[in-house]
């Protein structure tokens, strides 16, 4: 295990230099980004900045036939190279979003000549073994030449005993051991809580959506304010702050363990490291 973990972090480190320089990678998210029972997508557009090196943050409104509002970039998101997406989703749904209405959405966004390289569909479900999921219904909307990827089945992170980050893997396999499920549990209930209540010196639900509507409909200044709300996230949630509150997310996916790296992507090594048994890919 430790050989492959170390295998899997180096050629992590050989893909990102090459996909960092000269591109944009970003993270998609949608409108329905603060609606988890704990700040998930928060923290998975935390993790695919501090580990994968997606930097730049747009927001895709399902309720709005698509439109793609930038939240952090330096160029529009039709210049994307390569494109995470973090949602919730089902065999056939981003969302209540139809597979096929959100492909329409993406392609859309790229109505270029110019497509990305890769688009990694963060969803459960993406790769589900069915005609018309997700995987499939993006790569042919995009034209057939981005390589398309997701995980099969329920996603999630572990953390395998340790509460970095950047440690973390995002994966379709995770277990929780029986002797910490009480302590999982109980932290869990704790971080949902909070996130769900109304409570005035913490990040909250209702905060995080009052920002996110303001991007949506562009109001002056919003941006800022958004980012700004997820750097208290951070703190609230991952950082510091975090062990003064008790509220880690990062202590919580400690607690789950998974064998599989986080990997499911076009380098060839981590196509063979993943196995095809965990990743869809397309072509």
């Not at 969803?123 to 909307?141: D, I, M, R």
């Amino acid at each position: 295990m430790k050989s492959l973990k170390r295998l899997a972090g180096i050629t992590t480190s050989l893909l990102l230099s090459c996909q960092i320089a000269g591109a944009q990678n970003a993270s998609l998210i949608t409108n329905n980004f603060c609606q988890d029972n704990i700040p998930l997508s928060a923290y998975a557009a935390t993790w695919a900045n501090a580990k994968l090196g997606f930097k730049s943050l747009f927001v895709m409104d399902l309720s709005n036939e698509g439109k793609v509002t930038a939240i952090k970039s330096e160029e529009d998101f039709s210049a994307s190279t390569n494109v995470r997406l973090i949602a919730h989703g089902s065999c056939e749904k981003v969302f209540e979003t139809p597979n096929a209405v959100f492909a329409e959405y993406i392609a859309n966004a790229f109505n270029g000549e110019t497509k990305p390289e890769s688009v990694f569909l963060g969803t459960c479900n993406a790769g589900s073994k069915h005609s018309g999921n997700l995987v499939e219904t993006v790569f042919t909307a995009l034209g057939g030449k981005t390589f398309v990827s997701g995980l099969i089945g329920a996603v999630g992170f572990s953390g395998n005993g340790s509460t970095n980050l950047t440690d973390m893997e995002f994966t379709n396999d995770v277990t929780l051991p029986k002797e910490l499920e009480q302590d999982y549990n109980d932290l869990d209930k704790k971080i949902a809580d909070t996130w769900n209540s109304d409570l005035q010196n913490v990040p909250t639900k209702a905060g995080c959506q009052i920002v996110l509507d303001k991007v949506l409909a562009g109001a002056t200044g919003a941006n800022k304010q958004f980012l700004d709300f997820m750097n208290q996230v951070y703190e609230s949630y991952m950082g510091q702050n975090s062990e003064v509150f008790g509220l880690n997310i990062n202590r919580l996916f400690s607690m789950r363990f998974s064998s599989q790296i986080s990997a499911c992507g076009p380098n060839p090594a981590f196509a063979k490291l993943k196995g095809p048994q965990q990743c869809s890919f397309a072509p």
